[in-house]
């Protein structure tokens, strides 16, 4: 490891661990953070199917919500009625099939979203608003770019690879643990 990849790995480290930025991003991308305003719980699965619903202002099925967020119908049933219930969601009739229900956002469901996304703005503001347009655009693109390498990682070759963890590592609350 080269002394600039080491000290790129620290200042990730540093921003992993910086609170602030982890609720902001974690509140971002679930929708089910405390305070936001979401489904009661914070439901991960409610906050998905919300977000899928925001992108179909016309509706979707259930069998259509399964396919996108690769879950049993079952569990699309049972998170749809809990939105219901909450009155986040809609049922009604499909129009070209009398068979099929379409789920949509109601009101309230719309109302959240709008709420949403002005706190997503607000947020991306305050955490990037110290960058000027051209850094925020290289950061976006060297993130991207870390992002499709890390998929290409083959984890077990870096967790299992002899002598990890290294360099004291030991010592910073990483068991030694060749099967991770």
């Given at each position: 490891?080269?002394?600039?990849?080491?000290?790129?790995?620290?200042?990730?480290?540093?921003?992993?661990?910086?609170?602030?930025?982890?609720?902001?991003?974690?509140?971002?991308?679930?929708?089910?953070?405390?305070?936001?305003?979401?489904p009661?719980?914070?439901?991960?699965?409610?906050g998905?199917?919300?977000?899928?619903?925001?992108?179909?202002?016309?509706g979707?099925?259930?069998?259509?919500?399964?396919?996108?967020?690769?879950?049993?119908?079952?569990?699309?049933?049972?998170t749809?009625?809990r939105?219901v219930d909450?009155?986040?969601?809609?049922?009604?009739?499909?129009?070209?099939?009398?068979?099929?229900?379409?789920?949509r956002?109601?009101?309230?469901?719309?109302?959240?979203?709008?709420?949403?996304d002005?706190?997503?703005?607000?947020?991306?503001?305050e955490?990037?608003?110290?960058?000027?347009?051209?850094e925020?655009?290289?950061?976006?693109?060297?993130?991207?770019?870390?992002?499709?390498?890390?998929?290409?990682?083959?984890?077990?070759?870096?967790?299992?690879?002899?002598?990890?963890?290294?360099?004291?590592?030991?010592?910073?609350?990483?068991?030694?643990?060749?099967?991770?």
């Open positions: 490891m080269t002394d600039a990849s080491r000290d790129l790995l620290k200042s990730f480290g540093k921003l992993l661990q910086n609170r602030a930025f982890l609720m902001a991003v974690g509140r971002q991308a679930g929708m089910g953070g405390h305070g936001n305003g979401g009661r719980g914070g439901n991960r699965g409610q998905k199917l919300l977000k899928v619903l925001a992108q179909a202002p016309n979707l099925t259930n069998a259509e919500i399964a396919e996108i967020l690769d879950i049993r119908p079952s569990s699309v049933s049972a749809i009625s939105l909450a009155g986040f969601v809609e049922r009604i009739p499909s129009p070209t099939d009398k068979r099929a229900v379409i789920v956002l109601s009101e309230k469901g719309r109302d959240l979203f709008a709420k949403f002005e706190q997503v703005d607000t947020t991306a503001d955490l990037f608003g110290g960058l000027t347009p051209d925020q655009a290289q950061l976006d693109q060297l993130l991207t770019k870390l992002s499709h390498q890390i998929g290409d990682l083959d984890w077990g070759d870096v967790m299992g690879r002899p002598g990890w963890p290294h360099r004291g590592m030991d010592g910073m609350g990483m068991p030694h643990h060749p099967h991770f």
